[in-house]
């Protein structure tokens, strides 16, 4: 990816100098100062959520949602260890707030602990698909982004985001679970000798 940047960014710097040089310059400044002024807002932006989120963690609101989305996991991830359900539990909730960012450190703990499990590569893919399509009812860095450069309408994504992610999300599970087949075998032998 490093290489593929370098390249687009050398060719564009090549055209630049070629069609307009004396504006290079302040292309480069101005280009560096915009995305100063955004870094500065999504840092204002994930400080507020990430002490939210410790504030619901200390309060016992993150686990009541994560407890929610358990159910769902535990069907998804085909397992049943309560330390992996809670870190991909937590991981989907944060990812349906939008804050990816806050979502990496649940997801890193998670992907720990699925590769120990018995469904290792089923789970693992299934982890990474719901990461990448990211199921969002509140597309927080994105509204975050629109704010700082001064969007007339930053809300009007909410509705095209959730329908986008929702459709993006339930295709990749499909597909996962198309593709790379669970043993369910030994999940359901789980869950009957607990019964």
């Known amino acids: ?8 960014f050398s060719l564009c710097t090549f055209l630049l100098l070629c069609i307009a040089p004396d504006q290079f310059l302040t292309a480069l400044l101005d280009g560096a100062g915009k995305g100063a002024s955004v870094c500065i807002s999504l840092v204002a932006t994930y400080a507020v959520w990430l002490g939210l989120m410790r504030v619901w963690e ?3 609101v993150a686990r009541g949602v994560s407890k929610c989305v358990k159910p769902l996991a535990r069907r998804l991830f085909q397992t049943d260890d309560e330390a992996t359900l809670q870190a991909v539990s937590m991981n989907m909730s ?3 707030l939008g804050i990816s960012g806050a979502a990496t450190p649940y997801g890193m703990q998670a992907a720990k602990l699925l590769d120990k499990a018995d469904n290792a590569e089923y789970a693992s ?3 990474f698909v719901l990461n990448a399509t990211s199921l969002q ?3 927080t860095s994105v509204i ?6 001064n969007s007339t309408a930053p809300y009007s994504i909410l509705f095209p985001t959730l329908f986008a992610t929702a459709f993006s999300t339930a295709l990749a599970v499909v597909l996962t679970r198309i593709f790379i087949q669970p043993k369910t075998t030994v999940f ?7 019964i």
Do not use: T, Y
Not at 188 to 193: E, L, P, R, S
């Open 1 to 8: 990816m490093n290489i593929l940047f370098a390249i687009v």
């Open 94 to 96: 944060v990812n349906l």
């Open 137 to 139: 009812v509140i597309p």
């Open 188 to 194: 359901f032998k789980k869950q009957g000798a607990g």
């Open 58 to 60: 200390d309060s016992g």
């Open 144 to 149: 975050s982004l629109r704010i700082a450069l």
């Open 125 to 127: 893919a299934m982890l």
